[in-house]
T-cell receptor, first 112, second 111 residues
Framework: QKEVEQDPGPLSVPEGAIVSLNCTYS??????FMWYRQYSRKGPELLMY????GNKEDGRFTAQVDKSSKYISLFIRDSQPSDSATYLC????????????FGQGTELSVKP | DAGVIQSPRHEVTEMGQEVTLRCKPI?????LFWYRQTMMRGLELLIY????????DSGMPEDRFSAKMPNASFSTLKIQPSEPRDSAVYFC?????????FGPGTRLTVT
């Protein structure tokens, strides 16, 4: 079993829809949780970063962490065609020197 | 800041040749990471450095792979000899804490 599980999709939604992307993990020591966005033929770009449990909002994006369920989510409101990309979750243990464990990535397509 | 810089952006080489990938991290970042990304295996961490010292190289697939970081502003990943199964996109990333910033990647094709 992988430490971080993420449904690879693809996920296709109409423009304006609310998108929910999720990851589950098995290591209860993870404390830092991130979401990266990767456009085709580009490097991953840091989108959201949260520490421990709770919510964080940034514009149309909301990241949630539920440590009791070992489950993290990224919500995208009013999705746009420009949101079409692969979204990767990543997480880290406090004393692992910045080493991130990545999910497989979910491919999202937002149709106009 | 210019971000993480990688070169070359594309490399096509024949099996058996030596390949050297280069990375310049963001100034002030003391962690540097090398990743490989393929459709089948996703994003894999190969090795990472802290203050120019290799910390974890458990992801380096074989002895054909080696990485160095001679100073805070430069790192190389070398494959010698290269094989077709090494074809992938290789990313370099740097960080100060936990947020890693990725370069644009080097797309390697070994024929």
């Amino acid at each position: 079993q992988k430490e971080v599980e993420q449904d690879p999709g693809p996920l296709s939604v109409p423009e304006g829809a609310i998108v929910s992307l999720n990851c589950t993990y098995s290591n209860s020591a993870f404390q830092y949780f991130m979401w990266y966005r990767q456009y085709s033929r580009k490097g991953p770009e840091l989108l959201m970063y949260t520490y421990s449990s709770g919510n964080k909002e940034d514009g149309r994006f909301t990241a949630q962490v539920d440590k009791s369920s070992k489950y993290i989510s990224l919500f995208i409101r009013d999705s746009q065609p420009s949101d079409s990309a692969t979204y990767l979750c990543a997480m880290s243990v406090y004393n692992q020197g910045g080493k991130l464990i990545f999910g497989q990535g979910t491919e999202l397509s937002v149709k106009p | 800041d210019a971000g993480v810089i990688q070169s070359p952006r594309h490399e096509v080489t024949e099996m058996g040749q030596e390949v050297t990938l280069r990375c310049k991290p963001i100034s002030g970042h003391d962690y540097l990471f090398w990743y490989r990304q393929t459709m089948m295996r996703g994003l894999e961490l190969l090795i990472y450095f802290n203050n120019n010292v290799p910390i974890d190289d458990s992801g380096m697939p074989e002895d054909r792979f080696s990485a160095k970081m001679p100073n805070a502003s430069f790192s190389t990943l070398k494959i010698q000899p290269s094989e077709p199964r090494d074809s992938a996109v290789y990313f370099c990333a740097s960080s100060r804490f936990y947020e890693q910033y990725f370069g644009p990647g080097t797309r390697l094709t070994v024929t």
